[in-house]
């Protein structure tokens, strides 16, 4: 069950979900929209999944960047959401997708207790300008059935992030860098 935005209102005014910052502005009729932080992490050469990725970071100037077609960057939510009730789905929208931004296709899944600026898979069609703050998707709360298990308390490895994190896939490949 998908909450609505006066749902969503409620559970954060009741604590039961955390969206920091929070801005009733940016509710629709079944979400919150979210905002891409002030960082990226720009991913550089091949890729290994049983090693650390190489990345430069930069500040996301306030006249924006130019992403380029083919780069993969990874950014973060300006907001850290989480809740021990609900389940979180974060996704890009139709704006961002209207220019040919994908945002966040693979991981889409926050779990119950998980506490978190995301971290956001993104990729462009077409150079295209963005900026730091501006609008670029949607969360959806979940309500959920069966017993609770909180991701904060299974101690597994991204529950931790507060930021731009990196694929740590290489931890659970034989023979990868650990």
């Known amino acids: 069950m998908i909450l609505t935005a006066s749902a969503i209102a409620a559970a954060v005014a009741a604590g039961e979900i955390t969206i920091a910052p929070f801005d009733p502005v940016r509710l629709s009729p079944n979400a919150y929209d979210w905002r891409l932080g002030e960082t990226l992490r720009v991913c ?63 991981a889409p899944l926050g779990h119950v207790g998980h506490a978190i600026r995301w971290t956001l898979e993104i990729r462009a069609a077409k150079p295209v300008r963005v900026y730091p703050g501006m609008t670029f998707g949607k969360l959806v709360f ?30 659970e490949i034989p023979g990868g860098t650990a």
């Open 44 to 106: 550089e050469g091949d890729l290994d999944a049983a090693e650390p990725t190489p990345f430069t970071e930069i500040a996301i100037p306030s006249d924006g960047l130019v992403l380029e077609p083919g780069v993969l960057y990874l950014g973060a939510t300006l907001e850290h959401t989480g809740s021990e009730r609900y389940a979180q789905l974060l996704n890009g929208d139709r704006t961002t997708g209207a220019l040919g931004i994908w945002v966040h296709v693979s």
């Open 142 to 171: 979940l309500q959920t059935f069966g017993a609770p298990a909180s991701y904060q308390q299974l101690g597994l490895k991204y529950t931790a992030t507060d930021g731009i994190d990196m694929s740590r896939l290489y931890e």
